[in-house]
């Protein structure tokens, strides 16, 4: 059973627009919802953990910047502006119970071609 | 700071040869460590994770892991692999406690050979 559904799955993104995305939550047992991001050939790196409905989060890296909603209980959107030309990135959500010690799932990921 | 490094970006092994793909991290406190494997196009599956007590841990389709304090290490092994097993793999690290952020190693493409 998928445990987290994302969309859109990829992207060409034209220079200077921004792009939203979402993470859908299939089990409420999980719910500590993280988003994830990789350049092309690099690490994945973590971006944010929200927990409750409200909760909003931005930040600024070499390439990008980002703001993360915790729109519901089972939807998590994170908007991505500001993409260097040429960029290639992926984006994943993961899903986990509580702390450390437990499991994060992820979700398909997002790929972003920016034009 | 926590750091965790796969030094091995590429390994190539035939089909039913063992393989070990490499895994170290630094860091002085309580540690989590986990596998993912990623297949091309697809998103990161969890194959195991080390936490405490017995340092030989078992994943799915035949993986294991072993956990080292003195060698800061958790390699991950297969006795005999598949060429289904193609794909990147990644080490993960997180604190032991409050911290839902996962630090990644840069991945290791594992190609098997027909």
């Known amino acids: 059973v998928t445990l987290l559904e994302q969309n859109p799955r990829w992207r060409l993104v034209p220079r200077g627009q921004a792009v939203n995305l979402r993470c859908i939550l299939k089990n409420s047992q999980y719910p500590w919802m993280s988003w994830y991001q990789q350049d092309l050939q690099k690490q994945l790196q973590w971006l944010f953990t929200l927990r409750s409905p409200g909760d909003k989060e931005v930040k600024s890296l070499p390439g990008a910047d980002y703001l993360a909603t915790r729109v519901t209980d089972t939807e998590l959107r994170l908007q991505v502006a500001n993409m260097s030309q040429g960029r290639t990135l992926y984006c994943t959500c993961?899903?986990?119970?509580?702390?450390?010690?437990?499991?994060?799932?992820f979700g398909p990921g997002t790929r972003l071609l920016v034009l | 700071t926590q750091t965790v490094s796969q030094s091995d970006a590429h390994v190539t092994v035939f089909e039913g040869d063992s393989v070990e793909l490499r895994c170290n991290y630094s860091y002085g406190g309580s540690i989590y460590l986990s596998w993912y494997i990623q297949h091309h196009g697809r998103g990161l599956q969890f194959l195991l994770k080390y936490y405490s007590g017995n340092p030989v841990v078992q994943g799915v389709n035949g993986f294991e892991a072993e956990f080292s304090k003195s060698d800061s290490s958790f390699h991950l092994r297969k006795a005999s692999v598949h060429w289904s097993d193609s794909a990147v793999y990644f080490c993960a690290a997180s604190r032991s406690s409050g911290s839902w952020q996962l630090i990644f190693g840069s991945g290791t493409q594992l190609t098997v050979m027909p």
């Open positions: 993961s899903a986990t119970t509580g702390g450390g010690q437990d499991t994060q799932y």
